[in-house]
């Protein structure tokens, strides 16, 4: 074996073992479950309109998503990496708003909003003096609406990054040579971001897959394999859960290949650490810009302060109004007076530290493998990074039950079920799709000469690692991580299954609240929620980012 | 980078590392009560019994079902505090439920007992007609089921998504089975729910939502449970009031019941018993709108709508063999074959 061979294995043995024992065998498990009567559940599956109509509509609110986020995300982070303009800053801090929403706060703020007596809506009703509501936020539409929103930021989080390893000589050189605009866009731009901006579809279109909470409550009674599988479970046929929770990884894995074939057609590699270069604004559109920045920036923090309006609502008093008629400290005020107001943060963080800082050392581990090293079991490790996102919360956390819930070493079961660190474990497995593949995005854009050649001058390949890997990896890391830990403080839909007393994160008290219909302390929590949210994109912003270089090139 | 990131993390790590346990014994509760109620019981069990850290986990009935059996290897609950006993006779013949029988067991109605002596009702939870009272005078609210039907609130009545709902299937497994009469076939009970989808505008993700739409006029109509509705107008404010249906109405039993396998099963059985004092329910009457189950506790000192469902509910019969037998292939059919089918064509 070569020595080359012996470091790819030595790193790959440990985190295939790990993945394959916390992503793998949950899904095992639950393959398993569709099984339990022969072909029996497959049969009921393949026969009940219900569910064919689930799988239908769960394709088309997925591929709809992927279309709405790119149409957003994409032109975003090319307008916000590329041009300089008044305005472009407080854009650029905004960009990242809807990631700092919380699913279940994400859902009740849009229902706050445009929901048939939200905000909007009435405001519009009561503005063109309508008998009816203009809209209703209902059905395919609307999921792919409240998905947009939500899920953009993958596209702009990763093509951002991806813009920003990009070596602007490169797009000079071609200008020099007489390139247009467009030409430079399609030919140069657009080829060098296309690993990440891939890699962020397919987490869009995974996500949107098993995505719950948006087609639970505004899909009126559509149905989506995601809420199929926990209708199936609350009606006590869990094999069917089984078999729709494998069609819909099936689905996603299908989306997986798809785009591993893509990406072997062509690969792009830049040298050069990147530099970036940004064109100021000329002519009308620098007096344009600022405006449509503003409103931008206003529709992405519209939710937010929703939340926080209805944090100083008076619970009770909002019922046909437009906006909330009383206000009040209340909320606040019996929020801090709860003694056990910090517990569940105190929780929350410790878990999203433990996760996040899992994610970080595995998934960079395993970034580098697959995109630096050629191994046997290079697939599989392909395959394991992503099928946590693949899977949905829920079935994650219905594996993660079923298969730890008891101690029995010869089956490397161990007793997990109960204790406080089934939820760290969770969190990591959901981060660790986001972290790998946000790695992998930026290293791809390096070229892969650099790594050998600091080898060849005589570097050991530590530091090889720390002073060439390393730093190419950073971006993604930083973007990676920061998405995971977000995730990880607010997430709600596999905490509801797995959590105990001893690791009730804010989500819980956040629905515990809504349970004692008291709407004014839920939002009150989720501000509080928010507010983390923000510190961490803000630390991780200061860990991670870099000095800033702007320019102004004369537009010729 | 690194220097600073592992300071970071150091910094978390202290400030974070600094929860344990404090040597009282732990009594852990799964219960869909609220969190008001929890802590009140919490406190109050906690100063009676100082040696014991009450702990619950607040969540949905169904969702209690569900943990006990993936925990059924290794139990994290003493106590299972609330359910509708269709959930408890579920729970039973899992296994997952150990006998007890409380000191007050023969002051209870027979249909509040577990067979075996696996749980006893607490609470009672009639089911009623809703009604945002903003909107609609009590004057032309629907009187009974059959008037939910009335062309006229085609498109205002909002229900309770009944899949996790204990209520809304009993309401739902009590039409089928009113209407069976002697043919003993749900046809005529499926007839009626699919006249009630049409009517019907949406379905509510859960209790909260449906408040919110019902109190804010997305809808004017709703079928629920009587205690929740009456904490809607008493306890946040909400325009909203119900109708006690006059042909009668399914009156649920929530019960509690010890785990099987708990640890502490001489805290359980105190902590069962602390909650079901007569002095325990007059305060959940009172504070948390729960009409209790013991026959034993006066009247008068009850709250006027408690004593009103007390007296004025004319109990609808439900055959609990015949639930626990039919109603998840009734649910299943319903969900496939009458959920939102009126809308479509």
Known sequence: MKPEQRTSWALAAPVLALLLWCVAYPNITIIAGSFAHGLGYWREFAHSPSDREALRTTLEVAFGSVVAATAVGLPLAFVLSRVEFRGRRLLQAFAMLPAALPPLVGVIAFLFLYGESGVVTRAVQRGLHLAEPPWRLTGVWAIIFVHAYTMYVYVFLFVSAGLERLDGTLDEAAAGLGASTQFRLRKVTLPLVTPALAGSMLLVFMSALGSFSAPYIFGGGLRVLSTQVVASKLNGSMGMAYVETTVMAIAAVGALLLLRWFERRRTYALTGKGSNTRIALRGPMAHLAPLLATALVFLLILPHAMIVLVAFARDGTWTTQVLPPQYTLENFTRMARDPQLWTPVRNSLWMTVLATIANILVCFVAAYLLVRRRFAGRGLLQLLVVLPWAIPATAIAIGLASTFDRSAPAQLRLLLVGTFWILPLAYFIRGIPLVTSAVEGSLRQMDPSLEDAARGLGASWWLAMRRVVIPAARPGLAAGATLAAITAVGEFVASIVLYTHANRPISMEILAQLRNLSFGTAAAYSVLLIVLVLLISVAARLLGGRAERVETIPTA | MSVRMRALACAALVALASCGGDGRTVLTVYSPHGKDLLEYYEAAFEKAHPTVDVQWVDMGSQDVLDRLRSEAANPQADIWFGAPTEVFDRAAGAGLLSP????????????????????????LTPEVIAYNSDAVKAADAPKDWDDVLDPKWKGKVIIRDP?????????????????????????????????????????????????????????????????????????????????????????????????????????????????????????????????????????????????????????????RALLAKHLDEWMRYWDANIRNHSKKS
Not at chain 2, 100 to 121: F, H, M, Q, R, V
């Open chain 2, 163 to 319: 899949l996790p709902s204990g209520s809304m299937r009993a309401i739902f497994g009590a039409m089928i089975i009113r209407g069976m009469g002697s043919s003993g076939s749900p046809d005529s009970g499926y007839a009626w729910l699919r006249r009630l989808d049409a009517s019907t505008k949406e379905y509510a993700l859960d209790p909260g939502v449906l408040y919110q739409k019902l109190g804010r006029q997305e809808g004017l109509i709703s079928l629920y449970d009587m205690p929740d509705i009456a904490s809607l107008r008493g306890r946040f404010n909400i325009p909203v009031q119900y109708v006690i249906p006059a042909s009668g109405t399914p009156v649920l039993v929530d019960a509690i019941a010890i785990v099987k396998g708990t640890k502490h099963p001489d805290i359980a059985k105190q902590y069962y018993e602390f909650v079901t004092t007569p002095a325990a329910l007059e305060y959940a009457a009172k504070n948390f709108y729960r009409i209790p189950a013991r026959t034993d506790i006066p009247l008068d000192s009850l709250p006027q709508w408690v004593r009103d469902a007390k007296t004025k509910i004319k109990p609808m019969p439900l055959d």
């Open chain 2, 100 to 123: 007890y029988k409380p000191t007050w067991a023969n002051l209870l109605p027979p249909e509040a007992k577990g067979d075996s002596d696996l749980w006893y009702g607490t609470y």
